[in-house]
């Protein structure tokens, strides 16, 4: 095996048949990268998780780069071309969102309070830039000038993130939990096809509620948020979350 590369959570290694394995690590970095620490078993939670959302969106006919998991820390994926783009698909307000609206750079959908954990109805889609030292939000017409995604592609690229938005909801809230927002990566395969890349549904890069905390008025994050915010124990949010998704 061959070392790629290492993002913020994983290690990248190219197999001898041209694969990818991902190393899930037990690192953790937010506000982007400037706060840093390790959680013991974070690797093997976030894996897991990625594991079996590839299996539950593969069941629900959405394409991925999913193959398998060969040790508890470690997946193997098909090797894409990445679409240089992030995308994001919130149901509440929160976190960048709310921040770039108190500073005047964005406006919220009509009828969306300015305030934590405000519902967003039927959702929004919004798209940052992946390759550049800070993550940019773009919007269509830039994406589209760069060559990252053509008109029809961006139009696929949003059907498929509201349709993972539509699954994963659904199974999270037979567990109790809300879906606030999350991000996913697409690639291409030999041929142009775009599939689901990167991972999804793990706390790295989701928002998730307690369902019953927030019907009191309360935002419990079994989440990222927890470390971002300095509001609790990693590993303990982290290894709730999957308790309760690995028991549905
Ligand atoms: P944001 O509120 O910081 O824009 O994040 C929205 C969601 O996307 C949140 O669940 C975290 C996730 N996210 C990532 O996983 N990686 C990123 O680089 C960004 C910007 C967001
Ligand atoms: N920059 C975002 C954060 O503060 C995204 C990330 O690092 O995952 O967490």
């Not at 594991?51 to 593969?58: A, D, G, Q, R, S």
């Not at 939990?177 to 690639?187: M, R, S, T």
């Not at 990167?198 to 309360?218: H, I, L, Y």
Request: charged content about 30%; glycine content about 8%; proline content about 5%.
């Amino acid at each position: 095996m061959t070392y790629i590369s290492s993002g913020k959570a994983k290690d990248i290694y190219e197999t001898p048949d041209g694969n990818l394995l991902f190393e899930f690590t037990d690192r953790v970095t937010a506000f982007d990268g400037l706060k840093k620490a390790e959680y013991k078993e974070k690797g093997e939670i976030t894996c897991r998780l990625a594991e079996y959302w590839f299996n539950v969106l593969e069941q629900e006919g959405i394409p991925t780069h999913y193959i398998s998991c060969p040790t508890p820390t470690s997946m193997l994926v098909k090797r894409l071309d990445i679409v240089p783009v992030e995308v994001i698909w919130r149901n509440y307000a929160a976190g960048s969102l709310l921040r770039r609206y108190n500073a005047g750079e964005v406006k919220l959908p009509d009828g969306v309070e300015p305030k934590e954990g405000a519902p967003i109805p039927g959702g929004m889609i919004e798209f940052t830039t992946k390759f550049e030292a800070v993550d940019r939000p773009v919007d269509v017409k830039e994406i589209q000038f760069n060559g990252w995604l053509s008109e029809q592609e961006i139009e696929y690229v949003t059907k498929l993130t509201k349709r993972i938005n539509e699954i994963l909801s659904r199974k999270l809230d037979d567990t109790g939990i809300i879906l606030a927002d999350f991000k996913v990566e697409y690639g291409r395969i030999p041929g142009g096809e775009i599939i689901l890349a990167d991972e999804a549904g793990t706390p790295d890069g989701c928002r998730f509620w307690d369902k019953a905390e927030f019907e009191n008025g309360v935002i419990k994050s079994l989440d990222k948020d927890v470390f971002r915010k300095g509001i609790g124990d990693l590993s303990a949010a982290y290894g709730e979350l999957f308790e309760r998704i690995q028991k549905s």
